[in-house]
């Protein structure tokens, strides 16, 4: 959700895999955006303890939640370049066995936690693209403004990425749509209150595709 239910404002959180066309998307649309994050070099090391690593992503996540709550207050409609809710990154590079579930298994501890303190909520539409692989690699080089680092891990993702979304779809239906529509928002993009907070995290996490190891 993207709050309490006090008023009528809508979080739409804007998701793809690197070069899926996120931020110019987000760029054509009249409403605030909470941009996607950029690396600050105190990112964790690698050899970092995997409880130290979640902290520092969950805390990451919820400095954008709280920016979008606070740009909410006087917009409509406030786009996320990139899910604030970070947790499905850690979970999709377990999948393809790009990382450790451990990694998965203490950011969802962390995550759980800003959840139930009120901290980090699921934004009330997800809009998702996940392009071809050769779109993806058309896009990149022909995108030559940006760097994109681990593009081709990034694009090992696109399926394990649907997955998720798919869980957070049959989690609560109508919450994810497909495609980053030509014509903006679609209408109308409704608030969906009192249903993003612990419950529908947990409901997300039990839908988790079967024969997939789960916490």
């Not at 006087?74 to 066995?97: E, F, M, Q, T």
């Not at 934004?123 to 058309?138: F, G, N, Q, W």
Request: charged residues 25%.
């Amino acid at each position: 959700m993207s709050g309490d239910g006090e008023n009528g404002d809508v979080i739409i959180a804007v998701e793809g895999p690197s070069a899926a066309g996120k931020t110019t998307w987000c760029s054509r649309q009249p409403w605030p955006v909470v941009a996607e994050y950029q690396p600050t070099g105190h990112e964790p090391p690698d050899d970092v303890d995997e409880s130290r690593r979640a902290a520092y992503w969950v805390d990451v996540d919820v400095g954008r939640w709280g920016r979008a709550r606070t740009l909410e207050r006087g917009n409509p409609i406030v786009l996320c370049d990139g899910d604030p809710v970070k947790l499905h990154y850690s979970w999709c590079l377990a999948r393809v066995g790009a990382a450790p579930w451990s990694r998965f298994d203490e950011q969802l501890r962390h995550a759980r936690a800003a959840f139930a303190a009120g901290r980090l909520g699921m934004a009330d539409l997800v809009m998702v693209s996940i392009p071809s692989v050769e779109t993806l690699h058309r896009r990149r080089a022909a995108d030559r403004t940006r760097r994109r680092r681990s593009f081709d891990l990034h694009v090992s993702l696109r399926e394990s990425l649907r997955e998720w979304h798919s869980a957070v779809e049959s989690a609560d239906p109508g919450r994810v749509v497909w495609s980053f529509p030509p014509d903006g928002v679609p209408a109308p993009a409704r608030r969906r209150s009192g249903s993003g907070g612990p419950a529908l995290l947990e409901r997300l996490v039990t839908g988790l595709p079967a024969g997939v190891r789960r916490p």
